[in-house]
């Protein structure tokens, strides 16, 4: 049924992902794409995989994105533009658009955790769901003719057959840098609600009234590299210590 | 958006054949003439044609009846459920003209109503997405359904032709839902050109508080799903072009000729109605082209689109 839950899910899992910390080396877009050709439904396939023109279905993809501040000019010159890089999944929306648009009731919402998901059984490929989300969450798989979306490894998280560690999504797994947090965002205590809470994490596109579960956490505030310049290596000028006493005694060699 | 031909054709053409049988349960033409037959087999072909085309882009059209469930929540699938229970009238009313050269009042008004209806579905499966700020007015409906009436006015204005008698109220009623319909297309157009954006770079990376967010790098080099399915971009510079070249062969050519078509012999008012009808389809198709392919979807926020 592709009407939203009417109660409040008791659970609200997802993800929480620290742009302060994620490197951009794309680990978990190879892990997720790994887990879940294999896992649930139907494999995510590439088109041409060994030609020129590669293209295949990716639940996460990782953009990078260059911030310049007002004043700001090229990276490293003016010291203040930065790099972001930016994973994207589904945010696993309260008030998701992909559910409702669904013609056949493939696409759903959990009532007990709220994620969201698709029956690829009642899939027509009608590509609307797609259409309907901002985020693009949602990517058709050209060979299955089925929507395909992250389930936030559904096929993971509840598997007891797995080690305590690996329950969580293998993006989050994944991770080498922590860049990705996973918890219950309607529990306060949780880690990632206590996460979203001191460092200020955020929605996307709130103005596009989706109310994503996910959320991210800003970049933190950067030195400018203008006022911690480092002594040039024609200028001992401001030298301490053992190596003022090396400048001088070299000078007067 | 991506302009797919097949929801292209579905859209116009299915657009067409429900203004047509707007027309004919209204009862605007004589049901025992040959022509309302020929109207009433060609509307019922425009309707099953654009059903048939809109399959074509599903990725598992078995599986299509499936979309009859879902509408409570789905404008897709009240469309379907719309457009399978409009068939029950038309085809009475098609029955009726064809094997009793008679009109069934109620039906007619009853088919007349559902075809509207379903004509709004549709727009509104359009109209209803917020990730797709050019088509989220209550203008797209209005455009929708005034082409659709207009289509069907023309359409109608032939066949009374060919009928023998094209009276000048037909005329000047299809004249007037061609200026109305091109109105609602010129407004829909001004807003897209003057609206802001609701989604910006900045508000879809929630970066734009420390300066200006400007993508570096895609995900991957190649297109993907999302940048083939929403991020066509070719009919941007041209689209002024073509709007004028849409308006003046839906809207300007189709009025003229229908009003000279008025005051001439029947003969060569055939010819002027099939020629206004011509060139509505033709304005309608670009018209609809346009629709998608000016879209702007919030996604290419991360493409950099």
Same mark, same amino acid.
């Given at each position: 049924?592709? +009407?939203?839950?009417?109660?409040?899910?008791?659970?609200? +899992? %997802?993800?929480?992902? /620290? +742009?302060?910390?994620?490197?951009?080396?794309?680990?978990? @877009?190879?892990?997720?794409?790994?887990?879940?050709?294999?896992?649930?439904?139907?494999?995510?396939?590439?088109?041409?995989?060994?030609?020129?023109?590669?293209?295949?279905?990716?639940?996460?993809?990782?953009?990078?994105?260059?911030?310049?501040?007002?004043?700001?000019?090229?990276?490293?010159?003016?010291?203040?533009?930065?790099?972001?890089?930016? &994973?994207?999944?589904?945010?696993?929306?309260?008030?998701? &658009?992909?559910? *409702?648009?669904?013609?056949?009731?493939?696409?759903?919402?959990?009532?007990?955790?709220?994620?969201?998901?698709?029956?690829?059984?009642?899939?027509?490929?009608?590509?609307?769901?797609?259409? $309907?989300?901002?985020?693009?969450?949602?990517?058709?798989?050209?060979?299955?003719?089925?929507?395909?979306?992250? *389930?936030?490894?559904? /096929?993971?998280?509840?598997?007891?057959?797995?080690?305590? @560690?690996?329950?969580?999504?293998?993006?989050?797994?994944?991770?080498?840098?922590?860049?990705?947090?996973?918890?219950?965002?309607?529990?306060?205590?949780?880690?990632?609600?206590?996460?979203?809470?001191?460092?200020?994490?955020?929605? +996307?596109? &709130?103005?596009?009234? *989706?109310?994503?579960?996910?959320?991210?956490?800003?970049?933190?505030?950067?030195?400018?590299?203008?006022?911690?310049?480092?002594?040039?290596?024609?200028?001992?000028?401001?030298?301490?210590?053992?190596?003022?006493?090396? /400048?001088?005694?070299?000078?007067?060699? | 958006?991506?302009?797919?031909?097949?929801?292209?054709?579905? $859209?116009?053409?299915?657009?067409?054949?429900?203004?047509?049988?707007?027309?004919?349960?209204?009862?605007?033409? /004589?049901?025992?003439?040959?022509?309302?037959?020929?109207?009433?087999?060609?509307?019922?072909?425009?309707?099953?044609?654009?059903?048939?085309?809109?399959?074509?882009?599903?990725?598992?059209?078995?599986?299509?009846?499936?979309?009859?469930? =879902?509408?409570?929540?789905?404008?897709?699938?009240?469309?379907? @459920?719309?457009?399978?229970?409009?068939?029950?009238?038309?085809?009475?009313?098609?029955?009726?003209?064809?094997?009793?050269?008679?009109?069934?009042?109620?039906?007619?008004?009853?088919?007349?109503?559902?075809?509207?209806?379903?004509?709004?579905?549709?727009?509104?499966?359009?109209?209803?997405?917020?990730?797709? =700020?050019?088509?989220?007015?209550?203008?797209?409906?209005?455009?929708?359904?005034?082409?659709?009436?207009?289509?069907?006015?023309?359409?109608?204005?032939?066949?009374?032709?060919?009928?023998?008698?094209? $009276?000048?109220?037909?005329?000047?009623?299809?004249?007037?839902?061609?200026?109305?319909?091109?109105?609602?297309?010129?407004?829909?157009?001004?807003?897209?050109?003057?609206?802001?954006?609701?989604?910006?770079?900045?508000?879809?990376?929630?970066? %734009?508080?420390?300066?200006?967010?400007?993508?570096?790098?895609?995900?991957?080099?190649?297109?993907?799903?999302?940048?083939?399915?929403? %991020?066509?971009?070719?009919?941007?510079?041209?689209?002024?072009?073509?709007?004028?070249?849409?308006?003046?062969?839906?809207? !300007?050519?189709?009025?003229?000729?229908?009003?000279?078509?008025?005051?001439?012999?029947?003969?060569?008012? !055939?010819?002027?109605?099939?020629?206004?009808?011509?060139?509505?389809?033709?304005?309608?198709?670009?018209?609809?082209?346009?629709?998608?392919? =000016?879209?702007?979807?919030?996604?290419?926020?991360?493409?950099?689109?």
């Amino acid at each position: 049924m592709t +009407l939203l839950p009417t109660t409040r899910p008791p659970k609200k +899992l %997802g993800l929480v992902i /620290d +742009l302060d910390v994620c490197v951009g080396c794309h680990a978990c @877009v190879i892990s997720c794409k790994e887990w879940n050709t294999g896992g649930y439904g139907a494999a995510l396939s590439d088109q041409d995989p060994y030609g020129a023109d590669v293209t295949g279905t990716f639940l996460n993809r990782i953009h990078t994105f260059e911030i310049v501040p007002e004043g700001g000019e090229i990276v490293g010159e003016a010291g203040d533009a930065r790099i972001v890089h930016f &994973p994207k999944s589904c945010l696993h929306c309260d008030d998701a &658009p992909c559910v *409702t648009v669904c013609p056949t009731g493939a696409s759903y919402k959990r009532e007990e955790d709220g994620i969201v998901l698709v029956d690829e059984d009642k899939c027509i490929g009608c590509g609307l769901c797609a259409w $309907s989300c901002a985020y693009g969450a949602r990517e058709m798989d050209l060979a299955a003719g089925v929507m395909k979306k992250c *389930t936030l490894c559904v /096929d993971r998280i509840y598997n007891e057959t797995l080690a305590e @560690v690996d329950r969580v999504p293998s993006c989050v797994r994944t991770c080498p840098a922590n860049a990705r947090h996973y918890g219950d965002l309607a529990d306060p205590s949780s880690n990632v609600s206590i996460l979203v809470a001191e460092r200020g994490g955020f929605d +996307l596109m &709130p103005e596009q009234g *989706t109310r994503p579960v996910n959320k991210y956490l800003p970049p933190r505030p950067r030195d400018r590299l203008a006022d911690k310049a480092m002594p040039l290596a024609e200028n001992s000028d401001g030298a301490k210590g053992f190596f003022a006493w090396l /400048d001088g005694v070299l000078d007067r060699i | 958006m991506h302009p797919a031909p097949s929801i292209i054709l579905f $859209s116009t053409l299915s657009g067409l054949g429900y203004g047509l049988a707007v027309m004919l349960g209204l009862g605007l033409l /004589d049901p025992a003439l040959v022509s309302t037959k020929t109207a009433h087999l060609l509307a019922l072909v425009l309707i099953t044609g654009g059903l048939l085309a809109s399959t074509l882009h599903l990725g598992n059209p078995q599986r299509a009846w499936r979309a009859l469930s =879902q509408w409570r929540s789905s404008w897709l699938s009240r469309e379907g @459920v719309m457009a399978v229970a409009t068939f029950v009238p038309l085809l009475a009313s098609a029955w009726a003209s064809l094997f009793h050269d008679m009109r069934l009042p109620l039906v007619g008004l009853l088919g007349a109503v559902m075809c509207a209806v379903t004509v709004y579905c549709t727009a509104m499966i359009y109209a209803s997405l917020r990730a797709i =700020q050019a088509w989220n007015t209550p203008l797209t409906p209005a455009c929708y359904l005034l082409f659709s009436l207009a289509g069907g006015l023309v359409l109608v204005a032939m066949f009374a032709t060919l009928g023998g008698s094209l $009276s000048g109220w037909i005329a000047l009623a299809g004249v007037s839902a061609l200026t109305a319909a091109w109105t609602a297309k010129w407004a829909w157009w001004r807003r897209l050109r003057t609206m802001a954006p609701i989604s910006t770079p900045a508000s879809a990376t929630g970066l %734009g508080g420390i300066g200006a967010v400007r993508l570096f790098e895609r995900p991957h080099v190649n297109e993907n799903y999302l940048t083939r399915e929403m %991020g066509y971009k070719v009919a941007r510079k041209h689209a002024a072009k073509l709007s004028l070249l849409a308006t003046a062969a839906g809207g !300007i050519l189709p009025s003229l000729v229908l009003l000279a078509a008025t005051i001439s012999g029947t003969g060569i008012a !055939i010819i002027f109605c099939t020629l206004a009808f011509a060139g509505f389809a033709l304005g309608s198709l670009i018209e609809r082209w346009l629709f998608f392919a =000016q879209a702007r979807h919030a996604v290419m926020n991360y493409y950099g689109g």
